[in-house]
């Protein structure tokens, strides 16, 4: 071969390389330009002030802004076909949870398939719900509102935020697996639902921790358990896990980060370990057990077996309630 030959192979080697080593060389540098983080959710909730204890300690170690940016609607579905449409490129980020998993069977059709059109990054918290009731039911404890609900069936009502959330499927599931015959009552929201009950024109309600706190501190809500399957030792230490009487039963909202499936390994990665990073922070953790949530974390693998799990779970759930989305 000659040396002419030879130096034009090289230059077609090294033609060819360049698409592989230029994508190599971008997620190497990765993130060079903000971020977007996106909520299905409105503003000022519990999701929002998740989303703001992690965005900035993860801004700063990423050292580009995370801006969150806020479209609900749909249960949390026009922010997820957003997010999965959007370029795969680590720049657009799903504020994933719950109803992701719920939604799977919750609607008749989607224009996704939530675990197939997602890269699972990484698990955040849980946030337990609280079952709370009037303090004008008879029952202080989750045994006596068991029997409560026995000697009474269809009479006692149950709030929830609405047709299909997690509150309301929390309640299903204690009433699947309880065996208990509770009257379901929607509302437009946790902020009407809590306001109701508190008000005695419901009698029970599942709500999450970061919302329920000041109220069962002050004496104007009964808590008779929590959803996790053990008790929330800084939060409500002297409250029974619900599984305590009512084995195997978990309910917990859950949050975490997804980008559209086809992000590159190496911003998966990167996210995952600086994520990591903030929730080992002894300050995050702190300011987590204050509002009641339970630190997840681990790999995106952890994550995605999470979201199989309870995509599979909500699913009997709904099917045993004869549950759709209006």
Known sequence: MN????????????GASLPVLSKVARSQDYPSRPIKWMLGYTPGG???IISRIVTQPLSEKLGQPIIIETKP???TNIATETVIRAEPDGYTLLFAGAPNAINAALYAKLNFDFIRDVAPIVGLARV?????VHPSVPAKSVP????????NPAKI??????????PHLAGELFKMMAGVDIQHIPYRGAAPAITDVMAGQVQLYFTTTPVSMEYIRS??????GVTTSERLAEALPDVPAIAEFV?????SAWYGIAAPKGTPAAAIERLNRETNAVLADAKIKARFDELGCVIIGGSAADFGKLIADETEKWAKVIKFAGLKAE
């Open 144 to 151: 006596e509102l068991i029997a409560y609900a026995k000697a």
């Open 46 to 48: 519990t999701t929002d």
């Open 128 to 132: 337990p719900a609280v079952l709370v």
């Open 219 to 224: 004496g104007r809500l009964r808590p008779l």
């Open 73 to 75: 609607g749909a249960g």
């Open 157 to 166: 009502n149950m709030a929830s935020s609405g047709v299909g959330s997690t």
């Open 247 to 251: 084995p195997g039963f978990e309910a």
């Open 3 to 14: 040396h002419t030959r030879r130096h034009v192979l090289q230059l077609a080697f090294m």
